[in-house]
C-alpha cells in the first residue's frame, strides 16, 4: 500500500478530535499518522505527541462539561 501512497500522495482522514483546533490524521492507505502542533502545522503522530494530544483532549472535556454545567445553572436561575 505504501506504493500507492508513494504514487498519488496519502489519503489522510481525520481520527480523533482533540479539541476544536487539534486533531489526529491517519492515511486510510498505510496508516500513518499525523497531528497538528502548536503552530497548525502537521506533524508525525509520535508518542510524546500522542500523550500531549490525551491530556489536551482530558483538559478540553472538562472545561467543557464544566461550562454546559454552568450554563444550566444560569438557566436554571433564569427561569426560577
Known amino acids: 500500500m505504501r506504493l500507492i501512497c508513494n504514487l498519488f ?3 489522510f482522514e481525520v481520527s480523533r478530535n482533540v479539541t476544536y483546533h487539534v486533531k489526529e490524521y491517519k492515511c486510510s492507505h498505510c496508516n500513518k499518522e499525523l497531528t497538528t502542533n502548536g503552530n497548525g502545522n ?3 503522530l509520535t508518542p510524546k505527541y500522542r500523550e500531549i494530544n490525551s491530556i489536551l483532549s482530558r483538559i478540553h472535556t472538562k472545561r467543557q462539561s ?3 454545567r454552568e450554563e ?3 438557566t436554571y436561575k ?3
Do not use: E, F, P, V
Open 42 to 44: 502537521l506533524i508525525a
Open 72 to 74: 444550566l445553572h444560569r
Open 78 to 80: 433564569m427561569t426560577s
Open 66 to 68: 464544566k461550562l454546559n
Open 9 to 11: 500522495g496519502h489519503n
